[in-house]
């Protein structure tokens, strides 16, 4: 029986490859006083080797108990733009021991921020959310974590990707483990603050013996967004059943577009498709 557009139903699938940008500090020269300079409380951290690798070197905190202090370095960058670090938390987290990474502040002080974005990382949900900090108030979440998800009390390596549109699209990415599977860890619109100075890391950490010299921080990339001026093509064409067709693309499509079934043809007289969706 011939074919025809009435039961034709297109699955999309997408092939995605990994995005590069501008590193910022890797931490690769032992130092974090230069390329670039990070200040604050410069003596309660350390370059070291990664206990899990110790070919490589992450900046490391080198307080010797309870304390609340910080590292920061300038960017200005804030529309486009994406956030990218690796984190291992080698404790478990408390309301007492976490970490604040902020994104966008306004004060080369982490613990006198006015205005700011930051992620918390830790904390009595043992999450990473999402909170604003405006006009001096006090901070306020935009969005929660996933409760337990830092829930080791030894080892917690954990990849982030955050970017930010021009109109105040906010969208983070985990990788939980660090082995290239990124999920989404939530989304929100918030214009409230579109400026910026600083970025950096802030440490609550109380006396627990765990804690000490446990934070460790690696790979940070502020950059613009790359833009992707290649269109995607195809790669294959496949006829899962009489009236099914898989198609898989070089990259990721928008799901407006994915949707969309006068964006696909097929010849001999079938033409375009009665529906279409993301295959599973």
């Known amino acids: 029986?011939?074919?025809?557009?009435?039961?034709?139903?297109?699955?999309?699938?997408?092939?995605?490859?990994?995005?590069?940008?501008?590193?910022?500090?890797?931490?690769?020269?032992?130092?974090?006083?230069?390329?670039?300079?990070?200040?604050?409380?410069?003596?309660?951290?350390?370059?070291?080797?990664?206990?899990?690798?110790?070919?490589?070197?992450?900046?490391?905190?080198?307080?010797?108990?309870?304390g609340n202090f910080y590292l920061s370095t300038e960017n200005t960058l804030t529309d486009e733009v994406f956030w990218s670090f690796f984190f291992n938390?080698?404790?478990?987290?408390?309301?007492?021991?976490?970490?604040?990474?902020?994104?966008?502040?306004?004060n080369a002080d982490l613990t006198d921020v006015q205005n700011g974005y930051f992620l918390r990382l830790g904390g009595t949900a043992d999450e990473i959310a999402?909170?604003?900090?405006?006009?001096?108030?006090?901070?306020?979440?935009?969005?929660?974590?996933?409760?337990?998800?830092?829930?080791?009390?030894?080892?917690?390596?954990?990849?982030?990707?955050?970017?930010?549109?021009?109109?105040?699209?906010?969208t983070l990415s985990i990788d939980q483990g660090d082995n290239g599977n990124f999920v989404s860890?939530?989304?929100?619109?918030?214009?409230?603050?579109?400026?910026?100075?600083?970025?950096?890391f802030r440490i609550v950490q109380s006396t627990a013996a765990s804690v000490v010299n446990s934070h460790f921080f690696d790979d940070i990339e502020i950059a613009p967004?790359?833009?992707?001026?290649?269109?995607?093509?195809?790669?294959?064409?496949?006829?899962?059943?009489p009236s099914e067709l898989l198609v898989i693309f070089t990259e990721p499509l928008l799901e407006s577009s994915v949707v969309t079934t006068n964006n696909y043809f097929v010849n001999g007289g079938i033409g375009n498709p009665t529906s279409a969706a993301p295959a599973d």
């Open 1 to 66: 029986m011939k074919r025809t557009v009435k039961n034709l139903l297109f699955l999309i699938c997408i092939y995605s490859g990994i995005l590069s940008a501008q590193v910022i500090d890797n931490f690769s020269d032992g130092d974090f006083t230069q390329n670039p300079p990070w200040t604050g409380n410069e003596e309660l951290f350390i370059v070291t080797p990664y206990p899990l690798d110790e070919t490589n070197l992450m900046l490391r905190s080198n307080s010797p108990g309870a």
């Open 89 to 106: 938390l080698r404790f478990a987290t408390s309301g007492a021991n976490y970490v604040d990474v902020y994104l966008m502040a306004d």
């Open 130 to 170: 999402f909170f604003k900090v405006f006009n001096g108030g006090p901070p306020s979440m935009l969005f929660p974590g996933e409760p337990g998800l830092i829930g080791s009390s030894t080892n917690n390596p954990f990849r982030i990707y955050m970017t930010r549109s021009s109109d105040g699209l906010w």
């Open 185 to 200: 860890g939530g989304s929100i619109t918030d214009n409230d603050i579109v400026t910026t100075s600083h970025f950096g």
């Open 225 to 241: 967004i790359p833009i992707d001026e290649t269109p995607p093509s195809l790669i294959s064409a496949q006829a899962l059943s």
